[in-house]
DNA sequence: ACGAGGATGCTCT
DNA sequence: GAGCATCCTCGTG
């Protein structure tokens, strides 16, 4: 498994975001073992996104996250890991975009699980059926065994990292507005392999934006590259 | 099937 | 002290 190269998240966030999908997210266990999950949703969160407030790392006046303090950290090297904390029980695993000194980031909201799932049940005891290992944000956090530990180190290496799948396979992309957000739930940045039975249950808590975000969805091709 | 409500701890004001 | 990029449980039907 050759893990995706820091050159991959140095890019437009809007482009990587589409981008990521279809790929493996790796985890190789201290035992050896190794778990892996296509990602088949994920989220896009740019520099000017109002969606920042929700992290509170935002200059009240102008809207624009700030380089400090938490800030700081997504104007990082593209490729390492951004690990946030929701809700007091659920980590959230991002990962950095774009050249290192401008801000952005990837959100990882779902993957399939592939491989290592006999490990993922144990850690994931609340789960009834197998998509529910893995199909939410919080969710695969936890079968994976991600937490803040992972915070700042690099997704383009093991023991935890990103690769591309083999099989190469054209992914049917649809796009919405994001989920759960208080700010920005306008903007389309929510990109799903179109009809996958791991994406999220989630959606926008508000309804309004919901048929907006409706109206703005579209399935897009991927993978011409 | 689906909706409401509570748990829980980190970050910033 | 408030707010939060969630998940789970327990009601109803």
């Known amino acids: 498994m050759q893990p995706l190269s820091p050159a991959f998240f140095a890019r437009s966030t809007l482009e990587v975001a589409p981008d990521l999908l279809g790929t493996l997210l790796i985890h190789e266990q201290p035992t050896g073992e190794r778990l892996v999950g296509r990602v088949v949703e994920v989220e896009a969160y740019t520099q000017d996104d109002p969606a920042w407030r929700s992290w509170g790392i935002v200059d009240a006046a102008t809207g624009l996250v700030v380089p400090e303090g938490r800030g700081l950290d997504l104007f990082g090297k593209p490729g390492t890991a ?53 199909n939410g944000p919080g969710k695969f956090s936890q079968a994976f065994d991600i937490d803040r530990r992972f915070h700042g180190r690099p997704l383009t290496a093991p023991p935890l990292y990103f690769a591309e799948d083999e099989e190469k396979r054209d992914w049917p992309i649809a796009t919405s507005c994001r989920i759960g957000l208080h700010f920005g739930i306008d903007w389309p940045y929510r990109f799903f392999v179109e009809g996958h039975r791991c994406v999220s249950p989630g959606v926008p808590s508000d309804v309004a934006a919901r048929a907006r975000c409706a109206k703005r969805s579209g399935v897009i091709n991927r993978r011409g590259r």
């Not at 975009?97 to 609340?126: H, I, K, N, S, Y």
């Open 82 to 134: 951004y690990v946030y904390l929701c809700y007091g029980r659920y980590w959230m695993l991002n990962v950095v975009t774009e050249p290192e000194g401008r801000a952005g980031c990837v959100f990882v909201r779902a993957v399939e699980p592939l491989a290592g799932r006999d490990v993922m049940w144990q850690r994931r005891p609340a789960a009834r059926r197998e998509v529910d290992l893995t």
